[in-house]
């Protein structure tokens, strides 16, 4: 440690300012964590940890609030004398180091007490975490590579947000430091990568990891129907058609099987024979209404829906690998990443939809499921104001949120 300078006048339990020694205005710089020895160096009250921030330099014969020699001499050219010039620096109070880590500093700081900046081999975080059950992450403080940055393992399930401007490292910190962070810690990890160039190009030939892509995997009913439901404007504003849907919904899997095969057969397109299956059980339903002025309606409401909803728009949820299979596949790999990549929003919300409720039921039955699950872009699912089906995808962030911090689920 170095000797840096000593408390002002005016310091607090929670604030301080140290005034430098001379020389050292152009060594010391803010965010460099000290030691203040409170109390003196011989028998301190305690020891306090804290960042200096808020530099400040002070002449008292240079204030441009009054007319001194000083302040004409250097008018006119000259340079004043730095005799009296004082330099200092807030401290914030980190917390008081005990033998059990830190604690809240509750003691006035006291006016001249020595203050020590901390150097390569005084790594603080050696000291702070003295009984915590911790990680050391592979990532270390600004200036200081021996200064592995500690996690408290017990708060991993607490969830994380990484948050900063576009361009500013959110999914490279990801990527290098978080994921092998929640892997050392035992979790596994579940990478939804919505734009699908983030996650998915890095890690396609890890042998600890696989990509795999969206429209490869299944949608439970209810989110192929809440699917459904955005795409053709809620069924057209007609129920009959509503209910022709859901109807077409039951037993989807066995559907899209029928339609794959049908298609290698014939030499067809998938969606496009799923949705013809589609169309005409739907035009089934509504001839099959015995009230004229409801298959009227329900025949215009058909018409307006088969005019916006393509055969196109059925390929993302035409998956065959079920949401327990693709969790299945974190017991033999510690990551997985699903590719989202030129998918539909809809198509993507929808698939989270299945996920969070297969997650849920799983925490709600007394799992304990030790995954972290990643989600890039998370604005897109918990939007500042949720319409359609993001109100359904924000209420399952918030219900993962709160159950998994019992059930060692992260959130990230």
């Not at 609030?65 to 001499?73: H, K, Q």
């Not at 200064?147 to 399930?157: A, D, L, M, R």
């Amino acid at each position: 440690m170095k000797f840096i300078g000593r408390v002002a006048d005016g310091s607090t339990e929670t604030f301080a300012r140290v005034i430098l020694l001379k020389g050292l205005e152009g060594e010391v710089v803010a965010e460099q964590l000290v030691l203040i020895k409170n109390g003196g160096d011989e028998n301190p009250l305690n020891q306090i940890l804290g960042v200096l921030r808020g530099g400040l330099g002070k002449n008292e014969f240079l204030s441009p609030t009054s007319y001194r020699p000083d302040v004409a001499y250097m008018r006119y050219g000259g340079e004043p004398s730095g005799a009296r010039e004082v330099y200092s620096f807030s401290i914030k109070p980190i917390g008081v180091i005990t033998g059990d880590g830190l604690e809240p500093n509750l003691a006035i700081i006291q006016p001249r007490s020595p203050v020590y900046l901390l150097e390569e081999e005084d790594n603080p975080f050696q000291l702070i975490v003295k009984k915590d059950e911790v990680l050391w992450m592979d990532a270390f403080m600004e200036g200081h590579k021996s200064w592995k940055i500690p996690v408290n393992k017990f708060f991993i399930p607490y969830h994380v947000g990484v948050y900063g401007s576009t361009g500013s490292g959110k999914s490279w910190f990801t990527r290098f430091i978080l994921i092998p962070l929640y892997i050392k810690a035992g979790y596994r990890v579940l990478v939804l990568d919505w734009s699908g160039t983030d996650y998915a190009p890095y890690y396609g030939n890890a042998s600890n990891a696989e990509v795999i892509s969206l429209t490869d995997i299944t949608l439970d009913e209810d989110s192929i129907l809440s699917y459904l439901k955005d795409k053709t404007n809620d069924f057209g504003g007609n129920d009959n058609v509503k209910d022709a849907f859901d109807s077409f919904v039951e037993g989807w899997l066995e559907k899209v099987g029928k339609a794959l095969d049908e298609a290698m057969a014939e030499g067809k397109d998938p969606e496009k024979v799923l949705y013809d299956l589609l169309k005409n059980h739907v035009n089934k339903v509504i001839e099959n209404i015995t009230d004229r002025r409801s298959k009227t309606a329900a025949e215009r409401a058909g018409r307006r829906v088969f005019r916006r909803f393509k055969p196109e728009d059925l390929e993302p949820i035409m998956g065959l690998v079920t949401v327990e299979e693709l969790l299945g596949r974190l017991k033999s790999k510690d990551l997985v990443v699903v590719d989202m990549g030129g998918a539909l929003t809809e198509a993507k919300l929808g698939f989270f939809l299945s996920l969070s409720k297969h997650l849920y039921s799983l925490m709600e039955e007394g799992k304990d499921l030790k995954i972290a699950l990643v989600m890039d872009e998370a604005p897109q699912y918990a939007p500042w104001d949720p319409k359609g089906i993001q109100r359904e995808t924000t209420e399952m962030i918030k219900n993962l949120a709160a159950l998994g911090r019992k059930r060692m689920l992260n959130l990230t």
